[in-house]
C-alpha cells in the first residue's frame, strides 16, 4: 500500500522560503509521477507541481512558476517542494499524491497534507 507522508510546513513572511518534503512508500516508483497539490479555505484543491519519478520531468501550475520547484531524491523515495518568495495566497494545506504514469486530476494516493502560512 502506497504512503505518503509529508513534513516542513509552517508559518513564514512574505517572501521568505520553506521547502516541504514527502516521504513515499510502499513501492517502488518507476513509471510513477508524484506531485503537490494545495487548498485554501473556502477553495477546491489545485495542482501545484509534479515529477516523473524516472525522467525528472516537471510541470507546475502557473501560479507558482518561476518561484516554486519540485525535485525528488529516488534513493530516499522523497520528493521535494521548495517555495521561495511566498505570498499570503500560498497559504494552504499542502498535500503530496501519487499515481501511476503522470498526475490526473484526481491521483489515487494522497498525504495527510501539511500547513503553510504565509504572513504579511
Known amino acids: 500500500q502506497v504512503q505518503l507522508v509529508e513534513s516542513g510546513g509552517g508559518l513564514v513572511q512574505a517572501g521568505e522560503s520553506l521547502r516541504p518534503s514527502c516521504a513515499a512508500s510502499g513501492r517502488t516508483f518507476t513509471s510513477w509521477s508524484l506531485g503537490w497539490f494545495r487548498q485554501s479555505p473556502g477553495k477546491e484543491r489545485e495542482f501545484v507541481a509534479s515529477?516523473?519519478?524516472?525522467?525528472?520531468?516537471?510541470y507546475y501550475a502557473d501560479s507558482v512558476k518561476d518561484r516554486f520547484t519540485i525535485s525528488r531524491d529516488t534513493a530516499k523515495s522523497t520528493v521535494f517542494l521548495q517555495m521561495n518568495s511566498l505570498k499570503p495566497e500560498d497559504t494552504a494545506i499542502y498535500y503530496c499524491?501519487?499515481?501511476?504514469?503522470?498526475?490526473?486530476?484526481?491521483?489515487?494516493?494522497w498525504g495527510q497534507g501539511t500547513q503553510v502560512t504565509v504572513s504579511l
Open positions: 515529477v516523473s519519478w524516472s525522467g525528472g520531468t516537471t
Open positions: 499524491a501519487a499515481d501511476i504514469d503522470y498526475i490526473g486530476t484526481s491521483p489515487p494516493y
